[in-house]
């Protein structure tokens, strides 16, 4: 192996240590939001545990997935965005008497959101660590049988 080579699987491993170091970080981010909400705030700490094991896969790995990343930043940007929206509705309240309600459902929506970037990172992290789903898993079983 040249020694270029070696420089280019050293740049690339940094690079996988600073996306996956990037995750870790999001992650951390949506961990210190405190969320009245229960129905989000359970959706929040279920996305934050998969995202838990996503990093250690990865680290364990030495690799990452990008479109997990992204499901990692999706869900931090869908729970600020659901944030905002209640400090508006809470401001609007204290300062004016025509507040408007926030649009029913909102809250199931990010629920909805953060559960389907959830199973995008499992099945990302099934991809890095070369794991079996359980209903792959099962279905072989099945068949060996």
């Known amino acids: 192996m040249k020694l270029r080579d070696l420089l280019d699987l ?3 491993g940094d690079r996988n240590r600073e996306k996956i170091d990037e995750a870790a970080e999001m992650r951390k981010r949506l961990s210190f939001l405190r969320i009245a909400d229960a129905g989000v705030a359970e959706a929040v700490s279920y996305f934050s545990l ?3 094991e996503y990093i250690e896969g990865c680290r364990a790995a030495g690799l990452y997935d990008p479109v997990a990343n992204d499901a990692f930043r999706d869900s931090l ?3 600020t965005a659901y944030l905002r929206e209640l400090d508006r509705e809470s401001t609007e309240k204290r300062f004016n008497d025509k507040a408007e309600k926030p649009e029913a459902g909102f809250g199931a929506r990010v629920v909805l959101a953060l ?10 992290l ?3 660590s070369g794991e079996l ?13």
């Open 10 to 12: 050293r740049s690339s």
């Open 133 to 145: 789903s359980p209903a792959d898993t099962l279905d072989i079983r099945e068949e060996l049988k």
């Open 77 to 79: 940007e869908v729970v």
């Open 50 to 52: 998969v995202a838990g």
């Open 126 to 128: 099934a991809t890095i």
């Open 115 to 124: 559960k389907e970037n959830a199973r995008i990172v499992r099945e990302r």
